[in-house]
């Protein structure tokens, strides 16, 4: 993929089995949320497919397409709620673009929502009043509410206190395990990555440069992996002695 004369990346070739946990890692700019939006096909790459369940999704019409990007739900790195309107009115907003259901059914849904990510006596609250780690958690809710087969996260813990960053990491791990959802995160958080993670990719020098385990990830003796591993561990370090 490129961006007029800028190579993002060229020769990633990833395949991420149904169920697993994928943590894709790697430098700022190294093209890990271009390489999401390319998994929804929200991007088109230069060259190569993108394949869900064998099916290409740059075959499919508009219909097609717009059926297959129900299947994904999304958290974003700045959670992109809508600060105008309530925490409820928020997480009902795929409802009422997405379905036919009607009020009742649109209340059990977001509802049912809100418990799963422990924030259903918050409903009626706007989002603006809510703290960094609700937000994300607003967000997470109306990413399952539609009840998707599968979950991606931008950054989850980004900007996140080391408390509610393991929070959030644990909410990602239960929703993995009891929706039985195949879950893609890009990060560049290790610590996270140690605690959700089934199997890693590393972004590196424009190419998909290592993948894996998580075991594998911590018995590879691949230098640029072990190095920015090394890196991001430094970083969390000297963050959390900051706070």
Known sequence: ?????????????????TGDTMAIIGRSGSGK????????????PDEGDVLID?????????????????????????????????????????LRYFTDLNEEEIRASVLEALQMVKLDNVSEKSTAELS??????????RAVVLKPQYLMYDEPTSGLDPQTSDEINDLI???ADTLHITTIVVTHDMHSVLRIADRVAFLHERRLHWKGTLEEMKESPDQALQSFIRASEYQIKSERSAL
């Open 1 to 17: 993929k490129s961006f007029g004369s800028s190579l993002v990346w060229k020769g990633v070739d990833l395949t991420i089995p």
């Open 33 to 44: 949320s271009v390489l999401l939006k390319h998994i929804n096909a929200l991007l088109r």
């Open 54 to 94: 064998g099916r290409n999704v740059f075959d499919l019409d508009y219909v097609g397409l717009r059926k297959i990007r129900q299947q994904f739900g999304i958290l974003f790195q700045g959670a992109a709620l809508f600060d105008s309107i309530s925490t409820f009115e928020n997480v009902a907003f795929p």
């Open 132 to 141: 960094g780690g609700m937000r994300k958690r607003v967000g997470l809710a």
């Open 173 to 175: 791990s239960h929703l």
